[in-house]
């Protein structure tokens, strides 16, 4: 075990219930995450310290970006204007809120999935899918699954993948596997873009929309000015903001979408007046 130290906000079960990931598991001390290969436990040993199972050099080279360590979240949400009440709430309400760097392509799968479903009902259908078709990564006496390749979705087919319990979201992913394997899809190609290309990109694969192109943005690309739009965000829109999108005023709109979603699912907004 390695211990690092982490001193900006830092909440690991905000992070897991935020609506952003949907592989981090709660354990006896301390919590879970797996993106595309790699595997990490990880436990607060105080304030400020963490035990993690992996080597400094795992850590700083990939979970550090992972949990977007080199942004300073504090400072972003002290610059938040006091007139903005609402928002300023949120934000403390949801200190500790990271966005995660994850996949692409598992971003991408999982945000298809996520088309009017529950985050209970997301969770279910992701671990079937890694479960049957994802490749087993062994560490610590436990065996946990990746998320499936393009190659391992196209290999199960239709018929295997609603046994997941995916419905019609099915045919969209099947197409999202056959664009990545044919190359009409290149998710590495589409780090070079620039926001509202990738954007665009990303809905040419069937089935994605503004909403889900959003979200791999955020989370599978750190483009954190894209801020995914759900029900929860067009309440919180219609209700507290008289149907104008807060988000065009402020950078790092993606962070404070991230506050926002949580404060609003969560139901802790209902105490606001």
């Known amino acids: 075990m390695t211990t690092v130290t982490i001193r900006d906000d830092f909440d690991l079960a905000k992070i897991a219930a935020s609506g ?34 992996c080597s400094r050099y795992i ?41 995660l760097r994850q996949d692409p392509w598992e971003m991408l799968g999982t945000f298809i999935i996520s088309q009017r479903k529950n985050i209970p009902a997301i969770r279910h259908c992701v671990e079937a899918l890694c479960q049957r078709y994802g490749e087993p990564l062994a560490a610590g006496g436990e065996t ?4 499936p390749t393009p190659d391992a979705l196209l290999a199960a087919g239709e018929t295997g993948l609603r046994e997941c319990s995916l419905g019609y979201r099915t045919g969209y992913l099947l197409d999202a596997a056959r664009r990545v394997k044919d190359g009409r899809l290149s998710l590495t190609g589409l780090e070079q873009l620039p926001d509202e290309e990738l954007l665009q990109a990303l809905c040419q694969v069937y089935g994605v929309g503004k909403k889900v192109a959003d979200c791999v943005a955020l989370f599978g690309y750190g483009r954190v000015n894209c801020a995914p739009v759900d029900v929860w965000i067009q309440r919180v829109i219609q209700q507290r903001y008289g149907g104008v999108s807060p988000f065009p ?10 506050y926002l979603f949580h404060y609003a699912q969560t139901g802790a907004d209902s105490r606001e007046p």
């Open 20 to 53: 952003q990931c949907f592989r981090a598991v709660p354990e006896e001390e301390g919590w879970r995450f797996v993106t595309g290969r790699r595997l990490l436990h990880i436990r607060q040993k105080s304030a400020h310290r963490y035990l993690v199972d």
């Open 59 to 99: 850590w700083q080279r990939h979970w550090m970006p992972y949990f977007d360590l080199g942004r300073d979240y504090r400072a972003i949400r002290a610059a938040l204007p006091p007139e903005d009440a609402y928002l300023c709430a949120a934000a403390r309400y949801g200190a500790g809120i990271r966005i």
């Open 144 to 147: 946990v699954h990746a998320f």
């Open 249 to 258: 005023r402020y950078g790092n709109a993606g962070i404070l979408q991230q």
